[in-house]
């Protein structure tokens, strides 16, 4: 991992790639690693959509898939166990 220094502050900066389950990722990237197509996985985020208190859009599919709406695309972060 890299690390980067702003104003005194050291912050390590995860790898960018595709398989780093700290990134988010779009619905075409995940539906891919989930075995779904996108058009699927979109339809069972927005059933699963929820305002999260700080006024956000989330929505938790269980099995360590979560998403959050950003505008009209939804990130997908997944847990370990799926990459």
Do not use: F, Q, Y
């Not at 990134?23 to 699963?48: N, Q």
């Not at 989330?58 to 799926?82: F, Q």
Request: charged share 25%; no cysteine; net charge positive.
């Amino acid at each position: 991992m890299s690390e980067r220094r702003a104003v005194g502050v050291s912050l390590e900066v995860a790898p960018n790639t595709a398989l780093n389950p700290a990134r988010w990722l779009s619905v075409a990237v995940a539906a891919e690693l989930l075995s779904e197509s996108a058009s699927g996985l979109r339809k069972k985020l927005e059933r699963a959509a929820r305002r999260a208190p700080d006024g956000a859009i989330v929505a938790d599919l269980g099995s360590g898939v979560t998403a959050r709406k950003l505008g009209k695309l939804w990130k997908i972060r997944l847990s370990p166990e799926w990459v």
